[in-house]
């Protein structure tokens, strides 16, 4: 084996969404899923995290919401990592989502439902079968899959000079060492 050399790993390389690919696809949607996706682009938070997130991990008055549980394959976890767990500053376009939201599922233990069903997203796949992907095709925009709404994310607070280690913390990173790596171009 020593003849061999080992394969460089190959990094999947960001590729964020400009604003008007954003409100391209939200002008898409509307209810529930607008407010899924809206806050998918706004939070930077894994799919999982999403489908995952309880009201009582949510702090409107304090604009904040407390990541501690995924939902992976219909079975609820603990976020990917321990840096995973962590408490988020909730953006204008985060909160205003999840304040849409509360009217629809209020009375429920988790924050986004599957509008069809009115019960928790069975998976991410169902979001980007029936949601994800007829949004990117009715907006003209080309496909990219679901987690370049945390690209997204990270690249626009990075672009808004906002502080690496902050953002870091935001997507739950142990240190900004990814953020660097990956989004190293989008620091100023």
């Known amino acids: 084996m020593d003849r061999f050399r080992s394969l460089s790993p190959k990094i999947r390389e960001p590729k964020p969404f400009n604003k008007s690919e954003i409100d391209g696809i939200l002008n898409q949607l509307a209810g529930q ?3 899924l996706i809206q806050f998918a682009f706004y939070s930077g938070l894994r799919t999982s995290e999403l489908i995952g997130l309880r009201w009582e991990d949510v702090d409107l008055n304090r604009n904040l919401i407390h990541v ?3 939902v992976v394959r219909r079975h609820e976890k603990t ?3 321990a840096s995973g767990q962590r408490t988020i500053e909730l953006l204008q376009e985060s909160k205003q989502a999840l304040e849409s939201q509360l009217v629809l599922s209020s009375a429920s233990v988790r924050v986004f439902h599957d509008p069809t069903t009115d019960k928790q997203w069975l998976g991410d796949h169902i979001i980007r079968k029936r949601v994800w992907i007829p949004a990117l095709l009715n907006a003209g925009v080309e496909y990219r899959n679901p987690y370049q709404t945390r690209h997204t994310f990270a690249s ?9 280690m902050w953002v ?3 997507m739950g990173h142990k240190d900004w060492g990814m953020i660097r790596k990956v989004y190293g171009r989008w620091i100023s």
């Open 33 to 35: 899923e607008k407010n």
């Open 68 to 70: 501690r549980t995924a």
């Open 79 to 81: 976020t990917k990592t």
């Open 156 to 164: 626009m607070l990075l672009t808004a000079g906002k502080n690496p």
């Open 168 to 170: 870091a913390q935001q």
